[in-house]
């Protein structure tokens, strides 16, 4: 998309001259572009026709935005590694709220080093919250997945649930997750980056095999596209009033809205932490967000940081 600047058609060997690489080379990497989801067109021929393709238009995001924290300041990128560390370089500049959302991440992360398919269609999104209230963090990123569930009911009629930590899953398949890094000065918060992945308008057969049947995304839930700059603005304005009462003291509350939406309490699960896997049953959400679980042996251990199957 980028290599056509503003035309609309070319031909591959115009671009392999323009690019200093093989119509093969060439060829090989527009296909991969595609398969990423870039709206191109081959024809037989040699010509290469970009669709027509409705970008994130932060302008438009920010026209009707009515947000007081988020989205007091919004970037938007073509193309970024990650969104998360793209907001990184702006930190010491960016005021909270800040968001910074890209069409596609080459390397887009997810929870514990894994990595994230980011192509064009999905929102891909960073937020830069600077809580002031001494709170866990855990309970701001539950809270946070949770007013994205309720803006995809809103926007999209799709009703995902919650699967502990920050996973939101519609009929067992991820259409969303949250990645929260904190970082703090001692044992003060001083900002957490809290990440978004929203599988908004993609074809569900990029993903890989081993994911084929373990996501979904909106348009293949209600078998249309979902329009993008609605469902961000809706985001942005559900995230604002969580974290607004989140840093007005209504932790419980919110914390009383992610237990109705989790699907993880009263699971058997398995639980995968660095320390080993174990098994048990789901028990409960602590009021730091840490998932509560009873061990097979009998003991009930809080859980911070891990990874959880469903087993039924
Ligand atoms: C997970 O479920 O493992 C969390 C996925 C978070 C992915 C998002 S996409 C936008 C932001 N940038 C990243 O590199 N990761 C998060």
Redesign the pocket.
Known sequence: MVFLGNERKTSLRKLALALRASPRETSDALHRLKRLGYPLRFSRAGAIERLPFRIIDAQQLRADLSTERIGRRIEWRLHVH????ELKKLEGEAEDGTVLLAET?Y??????T?S?L?PAGGI???VLLRPTWPKSHQILALAFATAVARAIRAVAGVSPLLKWP??LVVQSR?IA???AEASYDGSKLNQLIV???LNANIKTTLFPEELQGRVTSINREVGREVDRILLTRRILEETDDAYLRFESGEASELLHEVKRLCSTVGQEVEVTTVDGKFKGEALDIGEDGQLIVRLGNGATVPFYAADVAHLR
Do not use: E, P
């Open positions: 990650s969104t998360q560390d991440q390397a887009g992360r997810g929870r514990l894994r994230w980011s891909w999104m960073s920050n996973d991820k997750g949250v990645l990440g978004l992945g």
